[in-house]
């Protein structure tokens, strides 16, 4: 079996990921080939998708929420994502019940005794009213007054689990500060989401297996189940296992792909990219090794904002009055400080609408 080193693996995940090279890709289309762009913080995914996408321009994917193309919603390991209206209504069944133990996963106690089905009939029947509602809204109706467990359990079970949500516009328009509205995904989008497949198939288990792979891959089990938060794959893998092809990594892992995905000469060059918090290319993963050092790992878990120099981390940045701050986490070359600081100008310019390219480049934290 061919194994892939860890070079070899950062240019697949670069190329997969439209990284390596700007995607001439509509927004709708870019967002539907990552799987989504996770999204609690609701300005991030314009950067991510600047850094991957040709003449990205911020209004297309205000407009694709606006239009209810595009939705914000608790998805993949219970975080907020940015995902098409298609494939939410297609993929919130099968997570229904993982979104379910990670809240109770952390409101156990609180929610103890709390019959869930019947909390979600009272979740339904205040929002029935089509009125958007934040979640300690939706938990003080649903509560009425009565004794019971705290707001903000009963509220995280019935907008991040029970009631499939959309969180409304305003919120994640681009340079625009909102609070969370959220209304009933079915509300929202004028279609219902589809059942659960019947027992025994698993089409949509199938189906983000080999999105996964064409975003992601090559990759193994584990780092599938990092990405979705679902742990029932298993049966998915296999029933798609003859479609695909296998290699290993250098520990041994056994990882599987598409056998016509992208899997560049580890020798091809990478240009800086600056990635926001939280990016997909960085969390799609359980082992992120491909990507970013071991000693670093902890920044794409702790919502830093990171730039790749030759295909992996070795910056943080920030932003302020139109100002792009790079540190670097290692010693950079003359010709690496000066490509940072091209793309940093490039960045602040997009950040700015045009009206700065201010950047400046730190000494090394390290």
């Known amino acids: 079996m061919t194994v892939l080193d860890t070079r070899a693996l950062n240019r697949a995940t670069l190329a997969r990921q439209a990284l390596l090279d700007r995607a001439d890709l509509p927004v709708l289309d870019a967002v539907a080939h990552l799987g989504g762009l996770q999204a609690q913080e609701p300005q991030e995914p314009f950067v991510g998708l600047w850094s991957r996408l040709r ?40 997570h ?5 133990g990670r809240v109770l996963g952390t409101y156990r106690r609180e929610l103890e005794g709390v019959d869930l089905d019947e909390l979600a009939a009272a979740g339904r029947a205040v929002m029935s009213d089509g009125e958007p509602r934040s979640m300690s809204e939706l938990a003080r109706a649903v509560a009425g007054g009565r004794p019971g467990p705290a707001p903000r359990a009963l509220g995280e079970m019935l907008v991040a689990a029970l009631i499939p949500m959309a969180q409304l516009p305003p919120r994640g328009l681009w340079r625009t500060r909102a609070g969370v509205r959220n209304l009933p995904l079915s509300a929202w989008l004028g279609r219902d989401i589809d059942p659960p497949s019947p027992p025994g198939s698993d089409p949509v288990g199938q189906t983000l297996v080999r999105r996964y792979l064409a975003a992601f891959g090559p990759a193994g089990s584990a780092d599938l189940r990092a990405w979705c938060g679902l742990a029932g794959l298993p049966a998915a893998v296999a029933a798609v296992r003859g479609e695909l092809v296998a290699f290993r990594d250098e520990r041994g892992r056994e990882l599987l792909d598409l056998p016509d995905a992208p899997r560049p000469d580890p020798a091809t060059p990478a240009p800086v990219r600056f990635l926001p918090a939280f990016d997909n290319a960085l969390l799609g993963y359980q082992d992120r090794g491909r990507i970013v050092d071991d000693a670093h790992r902890g920044l794409s878990v702790a919502g830093a904002r990171v730039a790749l120099v030759d295909g992996r981390v070795a910056a943080t940045w920030t932003v302020e009055a139109g100002t792009v701050t790079v540190t670097p986490l290692r010693r950079f070359s003359r010709a690496e400080r000066t490509t940072v600081a091209e793309e940093g100008q490039a960045l602040a310019s997009f950040l700015s609408d045009g009206e700065s390219d201010g950047v400046r480049v730190t000494e090394s934290s390290g």
């Not at 209004?59 to 239009?67: F, Y």
């Not at 229904?96 to 379910?100: G, P, S």
């Open 55 to 94: 003449a990205f321009a911020p209004a297309a994917l205000s407009d694709l929420l606006t239009e209810r193309r595009v939705v914000r919603t608790h998805l993949m390991r219970r975080t907020v994502h940015l995902v098409t209206a298609d494939d939410v209504l297609a993929w919130r069944s099968r």
């Open 96 to 100: 229904d019940a993982m979104l379910r």
